[in-house]
């Protein structure tokens, strides 16, 4: 298994998810004395609202991130994917039964 696959499995995908909406916090700002300021301040500036669109949303972000990221695979290597995901799935589950 090479390492792009393991990098493409839910908990990589989670993480990726969660560096693209960390990345534009404003540090600055302390959470508990703006929480606003420290989670909207800099979402603008990295986030802008492109051209082609009225506005953004985080979601709308995550949802061209990941159509973007399945364009480039091959259909084997997405099939892949949802199969490994699968059977990780109901080996857990068979093991917690246990």
Request: proline content about 6%; some cysteine.
């Amino acid at each position: 298994m090479s390492a792009a696959f393991l990098i493409e499995t839910p908990c990589g995908a989670i993480l990726r998810a969660a560096k693209y909406i960390t990345a534009s916090l404003n540090k600055d700002y302390k959470p508990c004395d703006s929480f606003y300021d420290h989670v909207c301040s800099n979402w603008m500036f990295y986030h802008p609202i492109p051209d082609d669109k009225s506005s953004a949303s985080v979601l709308e972000g995550l949802d061209d991130k990941l159509t973007e990221d399945l364009k480039g695979k091959p259909p084997f290597d997405l099939f892949e994917i949802l199969f490994s995901d699968t059977l990780t799935h109901h080996v857990q589950l068979w093991s917690s039964e246990g």
